[in-house]
């Protein structure tokens, strides 16, 4: 492992300072990230920083969200669908109008039945994944290594697991998988507190506030005249507001299925940028580090930090290799990545109109989003361990000093992780 390895990695995080200078370029040049948490797992070349001298790999402590998937129910699909064909039938429908109308019916073909799925670029997504660790790591999976995998009781998440893990034993059918999706494992794969809970709901403190700013960007007059002609029956039937919405998930929930079209001709990218605010602006203050949150997002995770050192601890005792999977959502990874302190992750910001520059979720959940903690022990003393920490496969930091970045001493790390839980 004393070289660099070139692996298949997500697309570079970029330092919060950058953010604000290229969020809203990165989104004119891919409107697919105008979909923020949508925005499907994109693989590109990166270097990986050589082991340290005299170190191995021997544990993975990993934490994914499920890959990509189809839209959260069919009625996503069916309503905007329903809608077309009644102004089909009015004969209310422009040619662009009309050729909308024939996609969504291509869509509905592979979607029907399927809303939240798994698709198949998500089971893609998983195996790759899995691949790339295999090959970048590969003393942790050698001979009959003892490995947990564990997901939400969420179908998607499970099959995401499944794929994970199949490659893998694709890849070693020596190694020892024990895969479960139990609400025994909920406590830490996904766990909300009730405060949390109240915060987030529909009366929750920040919902007026967000349903202005949404409001005020979403525009969707032009939309709707550029597929209706019946202005009778748009006033009867039609709101800009609501449709508008419609189409966006259509637009961007396409890159993560099989059909071949695409609805981004029907937005300006001013219009899809506006919308990936107010989208985005949702995780920030619902998932991450909003000051008017008070911590409360963040300490969600704290339950699976915990599991994180109680499992990491019970491998450095055996002197084993293994690993432990974790598989959940975005609303988990997001908390996650920012309670640990990942570089871009966990950003405080009051102002509504400042958030896309700090916070950029689809770069910091994008389907089948993960984070992992590698541990590498010094081969002529096992207590000598550093980790190193990579999210969406790209080595990050974490607010801790270290002489060896992007390593950083176990004992270190873990007494950082003891002191955010308040142990």
């Known amino acids: 492992m004393n070289r660099i390895l070139k692996v298949a990695l997500v697309g570079v995080l970029l330092p919060v300072m950058a953010f604000a200078q290229t969020a809203r370029e990165e989104i004119f040049e891919d ?19 050589a082991t340290p001298k005299g170190y191995e790999p021997f544990y993975i402590s990993h934490y994914g969200r499920h890959g990509s998937r189809y839209l959260v129910a069919d009625n996503d699909y069916l309503w905007v669908l329903q809608l077309m064909r009644k102004a089909k039938d009015a004969g209310a429908l422009t040619p662009l109008g009309l050729d909308a109308l024939d996609r969504i019916e291509q869509v509905w073909l592979e979607a029907e039945g399927r809303g939240g799925d798994l698709a198949p670029l998500g089971v893609r997504q998983q195996r790759g994944i899995a691949e790339r660790m295999f090959a970048t790591f590969p003393e942790v999976f050698k001979g009959k290594v003892d490995i947990s995998a564990r997901s939400t009781i969420v179908l998607r998440c499970a099959m995401s697991m499944d794929a994970f893990c199949e490659r893998l034993k694709e890849l070693n059918p020596e190694l020892n998988i024990t895969r479960e999706a139990s609400n025994r494992y909920m406590c830490y794969l996904n766990y909300h507190s009730p405060e949390s809970n109240a915060f987030n709901a529909p009366d929750g403190p920040w919902q007026e506030e967000y349903r202005k700013f949404e409001v005020s960007h979403t525009q969707g007059d032009r939309l709707v005249k550029s597929l209706f002609n019946d202005e009778t029956f748009v006033v009867r039937n039609v709101n800009p507001h609501t449709l508008m919405w419609g189409f966006y998930w259509l637009a961007v929930g396409m890159q993560d299925i099989e059909t071949q079209v695409s609805f981004m001709d029907l937005f300006e990218p001013q219009e899809l ?18 000051p008017g949150s008070h911590g409360m997002l963040l300490d969600n995770a704290k339950p699976l930090l915990r599991n994180v050192v109680e499992s990491a601890d019970e491998v450095i005792a055996s002197g084993n290799t293994g690993a432990t999977f974790r598989f959940g959502h975005d609303g988990n990874l997001i908390p996650f990545a920012g309670l640990l302190g990942l570089d871009g992750c966990y950003a405080s910001v009051e102002d509504p109109a400042d958030f896309y520059k700090h916070f950029v979720s689809y770069e910091i959940s994008p389907m089948a989003g993960n984070v992992q903690i590698v541990f590498f022990r010094n081969k002529k003393n096992h207590d000598d361990i550093v980790v190193k920490f990579l999210h969406n496969e790209r080595e990050t930091s974490i607010p801790l000093d270290t002489d060896m970045y992007p390593y950083y001493r176990w004992n270190d790390v873990r007494s950082y992780f003891m002191k955010i839980l308040g142990e």
């Open 31 to 49: 409107l697919n990230k105008a979909g923020g948490v949508y925005y499907a797992y994109p693989v590109s070349t990166v270097e990986q920083t």
């Open 273 to 290: 940028f506006d919308l990936y605010q107010s989208f985005n602006y949702r995780f920030y203050v619902g998932d991450s580090n909003y």
